[in-house]
């Protein structure tokens, strides 16, 4: 291997570790912020297959050194995720009826 293939690697391994990192960081954020609340929604459980898809890739990754996409990923959880996202934004900012 190559001084350029060695410093590819590690830089590599640098970003996938801080990528694990914050995923576990938001994981917790998530996890406060369902406790805080007092209720689990299922609105709240699609972030966590994300971030649980996310570890997966990252496990992977470091296992078999490459990355194993499926097309449940893109096709399925992206699209909750945004779902999840718009109807937070609308559900915040919207006018409530009193």
């Known amino acids: 291997m ?14 996938l570790t801080v ?9 917790f954020q998530e996890v406060q912020t369902i406790l805080g609340s ?5 609105a709240d459980l699609f972030p966590m297959f994300l971030y649980l898809e ?3 890739l990252l496990v992977a990754l470091y ?5 194993p996409i ?5 096709a399925l959880f992206f699209p909750f995720h945004a779902t999840r996202k718009t109807t937070s934004y ?4 919207a006018p409530h009826n009193k």
């Open 2 to 15: 190559s001084i350029a293939e060695k410093i590819v690697e590690v830089i590599e391994r640098t970003i």
């Open 19 to 27: 990528i694990a990192v914050l995923t576990v960081v938001v994981i």
């Open 38 to 42: 007092g209720t689990v929604k299922l």
């Open 54 to 56: 996310a570890v997966g």
């Open 63 to 67: 296992r078999f050194r490459r990355i």
């Open 70 to 74: 499926s097309i449940p990923t893109t």
């Open 90 to 93: 609308l559900h915040k900012w």
